[in-house]
Every structure is written in structure tokens, then in C-alpha cells.
Nanobody, 124 residues
Framework: VQLQASGGGLVQAGGSLRLACTASGRTIHSTAMGWFRQAPGKEREFVAG??????SYTDSVKGRFTVSRDNAENTMYLQMNNLRPEDTAIYYC????????????????????WGQGTQVTVSS
């Protein structure tokens, strides 16, 4: 499985970006997937996850970010609105191993394939 993340860029605080993660080598419609981010000097952290039963988000992005997927395009999206400087990071998408429950999508150990990352920079 290969994952290609795209859509990052430089945006002012309050702006929006939409990230895309396109998978090849595997269909994603029944697969749990997630978005993570890593800021300089910090550990990789969970942002949002999606599986057939629903979605989950870290508290800091609830109400601002929306994860979705287009099965026909084999692509997962992350719509990011009202961006803040603290959202600045490299964003990674990942495909889960097996079928983890929704409440465990935060755990990086549940993922087996990772994309290369896309940089998001939010200026104040």
C-alpha cells in the first residue's frame, strides 16, 4: 500500500486548507485510517480518524477539522478550518492494521502504512 498526502501549504490564521491522502495498492472503503501531525521538537500526535462506524478527533481540532473519504477516488480528506498557528506541523496519513475500534485510532501502534507527510504552516 502506498499513501500520497497532498494539500499542505502556507495559510494565515483563520484560513482553511484541505488535505488529501490517496491510496494505491489497496481499496480503503472498509479500512480504518487516520491523520497525525508532528511539529518540530514534538512527538507525532493523533489528529483525526475514520472507520465505517464513524470518526474521531483530538480535542484541539473538534469543531474545526473534518475527516472524510471518497471511496470512488480511494482518497481520505481532512478539511481544516479556522486554522491556528499551533496547527503548524507536518501532517501524515496512515492506514490501520486490522480493524481497531474507533476509540483506539489515536494510537500510532495501530497503523501499518504511512504517507510521506505534507507541511502545513499557519502564520499569525
Amino acid at each position: 500500500v502506498q499513501l500520497q498526502a497532498s494539500g499542505g501549504g502556507l495559510v494565515q490564521a483563520g484560513g482553511s486548507l484541505r488535505l488529501a491522502c490517496t491510496a494505491s495498492g489497496r481499496t480503503i472503503h472498509s479500512t480504518a485510517m487516520g491523520w497525525f501531525r508532528q511539529a518540530p521538537g514534538k512527538e507525532r500526535e493523533f489528529v483525526a480518524g475514520i472507520r465505517w462506524s464513524g470518526t474521531s478527533y483530538t480535542d484541539s481540532v473538534k469543531g474545526r477539522f473534518t475527516v472524510s473519504r471518497d471511496n470512488a477516488e480511494n482518497t481520505m480528506y481532512l478539511q481544516m478550518n479556522n486554522l491556528r498557528p499551533e496547527d503548524t506541523a507536518i501532517y501524515y496519513c496512515a492506514v490501520a492494521r486490522g480493524s481497531p475500534i474507533l476509540s483506539s485510532l489515536w494510537n500510532t501502534m495501530n497503523y501499518e502504512y504511512w504517507g510521506q507527510g505534507t507541511q502545513v504552516t499557519v502564520s499569525s
